[in-house]
């Protein structure tokens, strides 16, 4: 069973606007994407990206059943890029979080920070921290500071039009019968346990099943309507957008 939850936030400029997450559902994967916020006029957005990206990766996904996930990936950033005409370093973009299984595996990526985490005996979280290392570390304060991280040695890696960052994903298998059940999410999802503390992860997957998925997402906008001014937690938006599924692998 697969469940997914949705819900838009604001932009820089605090004004609503469409989501720029997308998730993919298949009968044997599922993905979260989330397209950056990009405050350059000039470009495509990271929800125009991310659209795009995800067309490919459910394509790709659908039928193809093995192969390193990476490899899809690197395949799907390909295609996008040499279609749209997109420069590494001057094109939009987005994080990626896919799962796919099978009768007997599970496989996962994560690339930036949408995170994947699986339940069974223990928990065990999926997360790229590079790009929020460098955030917290004052590092990404500028889009100039953005742009010269991006897919660059020391920085952090992202879907965007160079394949090569495919190959700097984190991947990670395990047995089907291992586990329970799998959340993926966007940051505007996993800030609930990262950033405000609101949850852990076991707490955020009962709640999601005792009250649904759309549930975790109100408890995150809840605490965020209780800081509109963002002085208990800075973020660079009041609301960012928001993506949620969850895969039962055993009925609880």
């Known amino acids: ?40 006029p000039d470009q495509p957005s990271g929800g125009w990206y991310a659209e795009r990206l995800a067309s490919r990766l459910a394509r790709d996904l659908g039928t193809r059943d093995g192969g390193d996930l990476r490899d899809v990936l690197r395949t799907a950033i390909t295609g996008v890029a040499r279609e749209h005409g997109l420069r590494p370093g001057a094109s939009p973009s987005s994080t990626v979080a ?7 595996r599970v496989d996962a990526l994560v690339l930036a920070d949408s995170p994947i985490v699986a339940f069974g005996q223990s928990v065990d979280v999926l997360a790229d921290d590079r790009l929020v290392t460098l955030r917290r570390a004052g590092r990404l304060r500028t889009q100039q500071a953005v742009r010269a991280l991006r897919n660059q040695p020391g920085g952090f890696w992202v879907a965007e039009a160079d394949p090569d960052a495919a190959a700097h994903a984190l991947v990670r298998s395990w047995p089907r019968a291992a586990l329970d059940a799998v959340l993926l999410a966007s940051d505007g999802v996993s800030c609930g346990v990262d950033d405000y503390g609101l949850f852990t992860w076991p707490e ?19 605490a965020e309507d209780g800081d509109p001014d963002r002085i208990r937690w800075p973020r660079a938006k009041r609301h960012d957008d928001q993506a949620l599924a969850l895969v039962e692998f055993r009925r609880p």
């Open 204 to 222: 955020t997957l009962r709640l999601a099943r005792t009250r649904g998925v759309d549930a975790v997402l109100d408890t995150v906008r809840a």
């Open 1 to 40: 069973m697969i469940r997914t939850a949705q819900r838009p936030g604001v932009g820089l400029d605090g004004r609503p606007r469409p989501t720029e997450d997308r998730i993919v559902v298949l009968d044997h994967a599922v993905a979260v994407l989330d397209g950056a916020t990009s405050a350059d």
């Open 98 to 104: 896919m799962l796919r299984w099978n009768a007997e």
